[in-house]
């Protein structure tokens, strides 16, 4: 493995070579979106089965039916085949597959940089996908790329956009390069925790928005529940390195706002069937498909009660999902929750407890 400056090989864009690793709705739409763009672009899929159906029919039966695939995108079941002599390697793999991914690769890696297309974070330990790739492949040039990218919108050629978050600017730039189009814009950033924090934080709330949908809540509720989300994940994403204003970005309220807003979301669909009262365990199985906010809302709930940092919407949905409490009284618990400041960047939120209460006091005491 060698600790690369750039990608491998000075080739111009359209002849970059990519290896897309997860054969599920976004490793498919991304790779697609790949070859397209006239890149040398393979989908690694580990069934061989759905490898062979793909070659066959062009189309990802299971995952985006309907969709016919450029004829430029090349199938692999082959890992070493698909990884080896590649400038890039992609992986949309769950994130609870990232790490034994990774690990799969690493005896094919000579140079080839990786970025992570997953959202989510490691069951346990809390590890984001970046840290598992530092970890698992330290001597790696890497970047993660995350935004509000439906998969099944960017199939359908609406216009998107989305984010790379290296420190590498030649990466940066071989990303941009490779998927950039009249349909798809690419923005950059050197904030990798943040624009990382953003696509996995977001599923939290899009399982609330879900939910609540099912309640027939209104525009205002909606806006308050996107919002104070929002405060919660800059909250937390400060609490973990990240720059707040990445999350006034794409990767943090663009994808807040899609996942938030549209029923293509598997965390929305997720919650809104928690909220038509199926179980968990029914909602994944009727989803059958990956939605990562079950996980996240475990994980950040246990890390945000240890270090003390205040997540109420993360908290409410754990108790209402993972101990059962009715979603109704946990929803009023948090209207009737304690003064907070707006922007708590702008007016720290201790500074308005203390003068809404020195407030009160004065009023009571007249
Ligand atoms: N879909 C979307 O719109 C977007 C998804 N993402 C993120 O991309 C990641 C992947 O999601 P998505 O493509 O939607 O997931 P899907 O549920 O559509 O598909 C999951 C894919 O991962 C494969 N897989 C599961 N476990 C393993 C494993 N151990 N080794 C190899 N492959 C495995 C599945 O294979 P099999 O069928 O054989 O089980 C399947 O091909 C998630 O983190 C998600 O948050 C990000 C942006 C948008
Ligand atoms: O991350 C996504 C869109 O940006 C996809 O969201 P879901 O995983 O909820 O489908």
Known sequence: ????????????????????????????????LAARNGCDSTLW????????????????KKYLPGYILDERLKYEHDLKAAVQ???????????????ETLRKIRPYLSGQSVVSLT????????????????????EVNFGVMSGPNLAVEIMQNMPSASVIASDSEPLRHAVQSALHSAFFRVFASDDIKGVELGGALKNIYAIAMGMAASYNVGENTKAMLLTRGLAEMSRFGVASGANPLTFLGLAGVGDLYATCS???????????????????????KKLGQTAEGVNTIQQVHEKATKLGIYMPI????YAVIFEDQAALGVALNLMESGFRSDVEFVMPHEYSNESLNAQMNATSKK
Do not use: C, W
Request: glycine share 8%.
């Open 45 to 60: 899929v580990r069934n061989k089965r759905t490898v062979k159906s793909l070659q066959k029919n062009r189309v990802n």
């Open 85 to 99: 002599d590649k400038d890039i390697i992609f992986v949309a793999v769950p994130s609870s597959a990232f790490r």
């Open 1 to 32: 493995m060698h600790n690369m400056a750039k990608p491998q090989g000075t080739k111009s864009p359209h002849t970059l070579r990519l290896a897309f690793l997860g054969g599920g709705s976004f490793g498919t739409a991304m790779s697609n």
């Open 262 to 284: 549209s029923e293509l979301s598997r965390n929305y669909r997720i919650g809104n069937m928690l909220g038509n009262g199926m179980s968990l365990e029914a909602a994944i």
């Open 119 to 138: 959202k989510g974070m490691e069951k346990d330990t809390f590890s984001l996908m970046s840290d598992i790739i530092s970890q698992e492949l330290p």
């Open 314 to 317: 993360t908290h409410a949905l």
